[in-house]
């Protein structure tokens, strides 16, 4: 740290992001990326998009609001664009929280949110998952709080039903509750469709996972033109130009492929239940998954064992040093091929156990 930084940031402890290693080609079941590249046309339109590089991208970001607006049937001004949807959680918690409307989220949940919390000297309660590591949506009813929930949530890959989701949005009207669903294409039931309902839900959704363009950086946030309006200032008052031409490019050529997308949904959707079984086969406990990535624990090898185990042999996974989960690991759902080299080698490491 240097002599400058200001005193209000030196507690900050930043998000770690999943490791990206460069020593070796590993199989990379760590970070939630799709194992599919984009299609074929997003390669075309961001080969065309940079020969334009010279003039600056559209600050509304239309062509790709215009789209999502399309496919999630709701106005182009109830959509807000921006560089990944780390952004736009970011720009809600600025908006949305303060002391006055402190935050609630569970106490395992997306590593971003107490970052993003602190960042913004937002004060934040973390309400403690149920046993079975459920969030009880009872916790959330009428909170009063500025509230929180990753749906599919993360790392546990446990998804609450759209009917939760609205209890719990019903019972706050006078706090903004945002759904993050990162995860949602995997299985979960989206509450996009109660954006006109009700005027303080948020859902936030990204291109990384079900849309193979991680590297792409696009995200958005689904809401009341109010909602929007506001995020709009904060955006206007960081970053008017988030979205560089090329993503804006490929994030509409992805949209316009929406079914090769959907399809590779399916298939993650059925590599994961083989990989469920599989494991637990090995006996492993898994927890039920409505996302592309599983998280699992076994009473046979130590998690962090396993994840040093399976990295000394080339495949990477994710495992978290909290208490509450240093047992499990969480494993990126990937092709067919990577996810049989994956169990393949488990076994391995469990019998050499
Ligand atoms: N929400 C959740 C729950 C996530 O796991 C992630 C990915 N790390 C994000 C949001 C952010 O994804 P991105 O910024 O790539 O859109």
Not at 5 to 13: A, N
Not at 45 to 62: G, H, M, W
Not at 78 to 87: A, L, W, Y
Not at 218 to 239: A, H, P, Q, V
Request: proline residues 5%; contains cysteine; hydrophobic residues 40%.
């Amino acid at each position: 740290m240097s002599k400058f930084l200001t005193e209000r940031l030196s507690g900050l402890t930043p998000y770690t992001p999943g490791e990206q290693p460069k020593d070796m080609q590993y199989i990379k079941l760590n970070t939630n990326e799709s194992p599919f590249p984009p299609s074929e046309s997003v390669s075309v339109a961001v080969l065309n998009e940079c020969r334009k590089l010279q003039l600056y991208s559209d600050p509304e970001v239309t062509r790709a609001r215009e789209k999502i607006a399309q496919i999630y049937n709701v106005k182009p001004s109830q959509v807000i664009v921006t560089n990944g949807s780390d952004e736009v959680l970011n720009f809600a918690f600025m908006a949305f929280a303060d002391e006055k409307n402190p935050l609630v989220f569970p106490d395992i949940t997306y590593g971003f949110y107490p970052v993003f919390a602190e960042l913004n000297h937002i004060p934040f309660t973390e309400i403690p998952l149920v046993s079975d590591f459920t969030i009880n949506p009872h916790d959330y009813i009428g909170i009063n709080k500025t509230v929180v929930i990753a749906n599919p949530n993360a790392p546990t890959g446990i998804a609450l039903s759209l009917g939760d989701i609205e209890s719990i949005v019903k019972s706050n009207p006078n706090n903004v509750v945002i759904i993050d669903e990162a995860y949602v294409d995997f299985g979960a039931q989206s509450a996009a469709s109660l954006v006109d309902t009700y005027d303080n839900l948020l859902v936030i959704q990204t291109f990384s996972k079900s849309r193979s363009m991680a590297g792409a950086r696009l995200g958005f946030g689904l809401g009341n033109e109010k909602l929007i309006s506001d995020l709009n200032t904060i955006r206007y008052s960081t970053n008017p130009y988030n979205v560089n031409r090329m993503t804006e490019a490929a994030g509409v050529a992805a949209l316009q492929d929406n079914s090769y997308y959907m399809n590779n949904c399916k298939t993650i959707i059925e590599n994961r239940e083989w990989t469920v079984h599989e494991l637990e086969n090995l006996g492993f406990e898994v927890l039920p998954s409505k996302a592309n990535f599983v998280f699992a624990k076994s009473d046979k090898i130590d998690g962090k064992t396993l994840y040093l185990e399976l990295k000394k042999r080339g495949i990477l996974i994710r495992h978290f040093t909290k208490e509450k989960i240093c047992q499990f690991n969480r494993i990126t759902i990937g092709t067919i091929e990577q996810m049989q080299k994956l169990i393949e080698t488990i076994s391995e490491i469990l019998q050499e156990n």
